[in-house]
């Protein structure tokens, strides 16, 4: 059963700062994976998709990283602003279905 | 202009009464998703349609059910809500096959059961 890790639960930051999160999965045959960013009492907002073939995918300050044999991803955000303030999730999807499966998050607070 | 609709944002219901949460989409993709999630939790999938046909998760409560009446709406039935249902409501969809299969949320249903 796959199963979706993120470590650490919370972290704050200074302003300015790179910063990595971190995603886990158990089981390395997957569809895709992909982060999203939630601000507290509102839905989900995709920030990087990545399919299963790749190693990255890029976004303005954000880089998404994928080692499927090692069954981790890492969300790269550079010069942190507070405005990056929110709650970020990573989705897997598993192959040969159209479920994803969610991590806990990581709730990010950067400080001005 | 916003892709996935959820009606209404907030929703107060009485234990016990009947209650419909509504989600629409103007992307034209195959599946459509209904995910709980709980106070600092993971969303949890509940149950997901690819077109019209229905795939129900083996843990979601009988209390719990969906309508697709065409590709553009869903809907989320709770029968006889309990405390225990308080949640926030996500919907989502995502295209099956393709170079983009991106999921996309709406903006969430907060239900309160009184």
């Known amino acids: 059963k796959q199963e979706v890790t993120q470590i650490p639960a919370a972290l704050s930051v200074p302003e300015g700062e790179n910063l990595v999160l971190n995603c886990s999965f158990t089981d390395s045959a997957i569809y895709n994976l992909q982060w999203f960013r939630q601000d507290p009492g509102k839905g989900l907002t995709s920030l990087l998709l990545?399919?299963?073939?790749?190693r990255e995918q890029t976004s303005g300050r954000l880089n998404a990283s994928l080692d499927k044999s090692s069954g981790r991803s890492t969300l790269y955000i550079a010069a942190s602003q507070p405005g990056d303030s929110a709650t970020y999730l990573c989705?897997?999807?598993?192959?040969?279905?159209?479920?994803?499966?969610f991590g806990t998050g990581t709730r990010l607070k950067v400080l001005a | 202009d916003a892709m996935v609709i959820q009606n209404p944002r907030y929703q107060v219901t009485q234990f016990g009464k009947p209650v419909t949460l509504s989600c629409s989409q103007t992307?034209?993709?195959?599946?459509m998703y209904w995910y709980q999630q709980k106070s600092s939790q993971a969303p949890k999938l509940l149950f997901h349609?690819?077109?019209?046909?229905?795939?129900n998760e083996a843990d979601t409560p009988d209390n719990f059910q969906s309508r697709r009446p065409n590709t553009s709406f869903c809907f989320l039935d709770i029968r006889s809500p309990g405390l225990g249902d308080a949640a926030m409501y996500l919907c989502?969809?995502?295209?099956?096959?393709?170079?983009?299969?991106?999921?996309?949320f709406g903006q969430g249903t907060r239900l309160t059961v009184v």
């Open positions: 349609y690819y077109d019209k046909d229905f795939n």
């Open positions: 989705a897997v999807r598993l192959p040969g279905t159209y479920k994803y499966i």
């Open positions: 992307l034209n993709h195959n599946v």
């Open positions: 990545i399919q299963s073939s790749q």
């Open positions: 989502a969809t995502s295209r099956v096959t393709g170079v983009n299969t991106e999921a996309f």
